[in-house]
């Protein structure tokens, strides 16, 4: 009598229930990681405070202009926006040292030595009639250039793509070449 | 041959066991659990995302509140008409309800994160900047500097 065995519990259903909850879970939640170009927007400037930044020289801004109909404008000369990424390469590394393109300083970093980094600021202003889709598009190419000079930098001093370093090098490199985009004042977007 | 049952053919076949069907449906459940995140919100506005291919990756998702931005979805544009407009959790706001919003975040997170704070600007990309530009002018008021433009990876 003690022997007889006590039945197995039927658990051909737990799958059943195991697909419910995994149905539910498909449902309700979203997959993949979020991706987008990261900026950090200049703080407001404080009423009291006589604005200083105006002191930067004019051959150090590159202004890039983005029109109502999306056309762009580099400088004061209407591009494409397959050029923009050279034009601003070619502004921020400034290889011939022409007085009318930014200049570069020699700047001590640390665990490195002193480098001329270049002072230009990348200004970008838009019209409110400007695409989203362009002013994507010229962020990215933007960025693009930054990224491909801080590759140029790593391979003449590392030997490695910029995104192979590790922390402390990309560290030297994201100080030797900055990523200084300013984004307009409204004054200016009104235009 | 007759090993196998060769003389007693009328022997039933066993059931496939599908004991184990469980344990494999429970290991898909655990990877979409923790691959996925929970939908917060219903989307209320049409959202075709601009491409780039400079793109990062949002790195702490919880810490990020969503501006969205488009024209209201085919069923709600009898209402709201196809003029883009601004989401913030479930419903359409102004500009001006981004402060209350912003602090409302802000107070939601603990202290130590809030400076890692991201602001998600999910805009469609036939947007007009008037508008974005008007969020953006409301951010730096507010004082969340940090933003993330969100855009699909282009290859």
Known sequence: ?191 | MSKFGGSNSKKEVPAVTSSSLSDIVFMLLFFFMVTTQLRETENKVQIKLPEATEVVKLERKDLASYVNIGPPTRALQATFGTEARIQLNDSFKTIEDIRDFIAAEREAKSEGDRPLMTTVIKADSDVRMGIITDVKQELRRCSALRILYQSRKAE
């Open chain 1, 1 to 191: 009598m003690g022997k007889k065995k006590t039945p197995a519990i039927n658990s051909s259903s737990t799958a059943d229930i195991a697909f419910l909850l995994l149905c539910y879970f498909l449902m309700t939640t979203t997959m993949g990681t979020q991706t987008g170009l990261q900026r950090r927007l200049p703080p407001m400037p404080d009423k009291n405070q006589p604005e200083q930044q105006q002191k930067i020289n004019r051959r150090n801004i590159i202004i890039v202009r983005i029109n109502s109909n999306d056309r762009i404008l580099a400088g004061s000369e209407p591009i494409d926006i397959s050029q923009l990424t050279d034009k601003v390469k070619e502004s921020l590394s400034n290889p011939a040292n022409d007085p009318n393109l930014p200049e570069k300083e020699p700047k001590e970093i640390e665990g490195f030595g002193t480098y001329d980094v270049s002072k230009g600021v990348i200004s970008l202003q838009n019209d409110r009639g400007t695409s989203y889709r362009a002013y994507i598009a010229v962020q990215n190419e933007i960025v693009r250039a930054i990224n491909e000079l801080r590759d140029d930098f790593s391979y003449n001093h590392f030997g490695k793509k910029f995104s192979a370093l590790d922390e402390a090098k990309q560290k030297i490199v994201k100080e030797a070449v900055p990523q200084n985009i300013s984004e307009a004042e409204p004054k200016e977007v009104k235009k």
